[in-house]
Structure formats: C-alpha cells, structure tokens
C-alpha cells in the first residue's frame, strides 16, 4: 500500500514539481513516508520546490514534544528531504488566538494555489483528520475536542490515557474537499468498518470521511484487512483487472 501510494505521490511531483501536497501524521502513512525518504536518496524525487500542509495538531504540546504532530513530521519526513523550511506548514497547537490562526492557515492554503494531492488517513470512528463524528462536512480549520474513542486510540502513543491532548487544531471536512486529488489510505482490522461505512455508506456527518464521496479524485489504498469488510470488493478488484484495457478518458 505504502509503495502504491508513494508511486502516485510521485507522479504528482513528476507532472507539477511545484505541488502542494497536504500532509497526515499517525501510524497509517509511515511506510508512505519511508518510502518517499527512500525515492529522494535515489534522487528520483526533488522536493525543493514542494509546499505543505498538514492536517492538524495537538493542542497544548510544544512543537519539541515527542507526540507533536511537528515533531512527528520532522523526524519521520522532513528532516530526511529538500523540502524548504518556510514551504512547510503545520497547525500551530501553541498558538494564543486559535481563531486567528485559523483563518490565516486557510489564508496561506489559497495563497499558495490551494492543496494538489491531500494524503488522509481514516480514524477507527471514520474521522478524516480531526473531524470527529457530527463535525460539517463543510467545516474549515478550527480547533475540535478529540472524540473519546480517539483519544484511546491514540493513548498508544503516550505514557499514559492522560497524557493525550483533548483538543486539536484541525483542517475542516471542506478544507480536505478542496483538494483537487486525495488519497485515502488505510491499514489493519481496526480499519475494516470505518473504511466500509466511508466508502459504500451513506454520505453522512456521523463518518467524515464519507463526505469523499462527493470529491471528484479521490483515490482509496488499503491493505486487505482494511478492505475486508467491504461488500463490493468482488467489483473493486474485477474493475482493477479491466482498468488496463479500458478506453483512455
Ligand atoms: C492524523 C490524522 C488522523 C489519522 C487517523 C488515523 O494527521 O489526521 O485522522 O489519520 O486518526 O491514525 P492512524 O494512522 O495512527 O491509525
């Protein structure tokens, strides 16, 4: 899965060096991240003229903090690649005026020409980045309370459940729409419901990443427990097998 998607994340770059790639943290894109870090020392990518941005952060955690999403980013991706430092761009969760910096995050998404490829990860509860159950599927950044189920989810990462931040700054379900691709990835059993809902279920606030459904390039990679629960797996797999010979659109 890592290394599809690594390949797709490629041939954006490729056709427009220039892009603007919307970034995830968490478990899910690591092997996408490995697998970018690896291309770039075998110079087959060049990020020097890259943008980012990432979906969200922690509120409350210093950016040097081992569970910040801008650590995380720094020592899984950045510190690996050319990407210039004022092109990269994560949600400040230390910030003293939230809805201030919010607008000016989505000022700074149209400023640079709006987001080329937004990489997703999908929450066990469906969320897309820190969109959490309810949130409006056109909602932009803002700052959102964590669902208690994700904070569990992602208590993995901390010493203790107390340790992980209640609140996220986060890029809104409309924020994501506006991508002109995206690509959602997901991996394991855990996975298997949230993807089924998003992909085959209704379009409904209660799983965000449903709202996809709606974007005209979006893009699904899973591996096959993720995929596992899918009911229309038999035709994702028959229309793979076809693609290749499909008349060129
Ligand atoms: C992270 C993010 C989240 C994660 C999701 C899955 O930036 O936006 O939506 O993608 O919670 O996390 P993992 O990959 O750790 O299972």
Known sequence: MSIAAAREVAQVLNAKPNAVLGMATGSTPLGLY??????????ELDFSHVTTFNLDEY?????????SYHHFMHEH??????????????PSGTTTNYAAFCDWYE???REAGGIDLQILGIGSDGHIAFNEPGSSLSSR???KTLAKSTIDDNARFFKERDEVPIYAITMGVGTILEARRVLLLATGKNKAGAVAAAVEGPVASMITASALQMHPNTQVLLDEEAASSLKMRDYYDWVQEKKPNAPKV
């Open 34 to 43: 490995q697998e970018l870090v690896r291309m770039y020392a075998r110079r």
């Open 59 to 67: 509120v409350g955690l210093p950016v040097s903090h081992p569970q």
């Open 77 to 90: 991706f950045f510190r690996h690649v050319n990407i210039p430092p004022q092109n990269v761009h994560i």
């Open 107 to 109: 000022q700074r998404i």
């Open 141 to 143: 950044t803002r700052l």
